[in-house]
């Protein structure tokens, strides 16, 4: 299984500020998959993120609003940008298991909140 | 289009009764996986099973039991002898086989496990 860390575990931001979210895996993955909790809600995926090419959105979701670099196969950074307190959830990023294993796996998560 | 209901939004037991969590899927395609994820308090998503669409057997974990039946295209998910840390939400997920690509994931049912 892959081991995924994401950084910070939580923060309390401001409106109007932006918040960066770091994503490592313990080995090299071609997809990385951006997700948001909102509070007693399901998972949305946000985006894919394929390393050395445009991630690929959702509808609902812009890259205005939610960039993320993907600069190689074991990192990635989802920013939250010009928060509100509707961007209050938390965010995971997740990645496919070995070749043709099909699992998918989640980091821990960053919980977010928004004053 | 692909779709994971799970009606029991909450669900409350008493320890050591069995518990049974439903989830119905729907799908065009004849290859696809489903999965159990639990997310405890805590936050972090943690995988319970991956079934794929070929393999209709029931499967078996300790306390954990899995039922696929694509007659009804049911996955449904089982905990005998249920205890305290079993409280949870549970969510139910979908994905097709030969797209690498997003995960599509129920509303989550929510289980307390009563001591």
């Known amino acids: 299984s892959a081991v995924i860390s994401q950084k910070p575990s939580r923060d309390i931001c401001q409106r109007g500020t932006s918040l960066t979210i770091q994503c490592q895996v313990d080995s090299q993955v071609t997809m990385m998959f951006w997700y948001r909790q909102q509070p007693g809600q399901s998972l949305t995926l946000i985006a894919t993120a394929n390393q050395g090419s445009e991630a690929t959105y959702e509808s609902g979701f812009v890259i205005d609003k939610f960039p993320i670099s993907r600069p190689n196969l074991t990192f990635s950074t989802l920013t939250v940008s010009n928060m509100s307190p509707e961007d209050s959830s938390i965010y995971l990023c997740s990645v496919l298991g070995g070749q043709g294993a099909g699992e998918q796996y989640f980091g821990p998560g960053t919980r977010l909140t928004v004053t | 289009a692909q779709k994971v209901t799970q009606a029991q939004t909450e669900i409350s037991v008493v320890e050591k009764e069995d518990v049974t969590l439903d989830c119905v899927y729907e799908t065009r395609d004849t290859t696809y996986y489903l999965f159990w994820y639990k997310q405890p308090p805590s936050g972090e998503l943690v995988f319970l099973i991956r079934?794929?669409?070929?393999?209709?057997q029931n499967e078996i974990s300790g306390r954990y039991s899995w039922n696929f039946q694509k007659s009804t295209s049911s996955f449904n998910f089982t905990i005998t002898a249920s205890q305290v840390v079993d409280s949870a939400v549970y969510f139910c997920a979908l994905r097709d086989m030969n797209r690498d690509d997003k995960i599509i994931f129920g509303k989550g049912t929510r289980l307390h496990i009563l001591p």
């Open positions: 079934r794929n669409s070929f393999d209709e």
